[in-house]
């Protein structure tokens, strides 16, 4: 299973980034997805998860109104639509794959992970 996420890099603040994380190896029509990220210094912080099928959302607080999880079960990938970016929000973003449909924030939830994408958020 490999995990590929993309689409990280350097923004201004209140800009936009989309990451998308792309499964090879494994389908992850009946799985739910993760995302995750962690900043230097700190502990992988939980950032937003979504079920099987899309029908369920969770996110944290710290993004809740500004990222939106979605995916597209035809390209198997997931996507973290991210506006309102702030400084805070400067961390290597995770995906993660669990071996369940519903998922929650806890990383011992979650199976595989991919290799993070950097986002920066600085002016």
């Known amino acids: 299973v490999q995990l590929q996420a993309s689409g990280g890099g350097l923004v201004q603040p209140g800009g936009s980034l989309r990451l998308s994380c792309v499964a090879s190896?494994?389908?992850?029509?009946?799985?739910?997805i993760g995302w995750f990220r962690q900043a230097p210094g700190k502990e992988h912080e939980f950032v937003a998860t979504i079920s099987w099928n899309g029908g369920s959302t969770y996110y944290a607080d710290s993004v809740k109104g500004r990222f939106t999880i979605s995916r597209d079960r035809t390209k198997n990938t997931v996507y973290l639509q991210m506006n309102s970016l702030k400084p805070e929000d400067t961390a290597a973003y995770y995906c993660?794959?669990?071996?369940?449909?519903?998922?929650?924030?806890?990383?011992?939830?979650?199976?595989?992970w991919g290799q993070g994408t950097q986002v920066t958020v600085s002016s």
């Open positions: 993660a794959v669990a071996l369940r449909a519903v998922a929650g924030s806890g990383r011992s939830e979650y199976r595989y």
């Open positions: 190896g494994f389908t992850l029509d009946y799985n739910a």
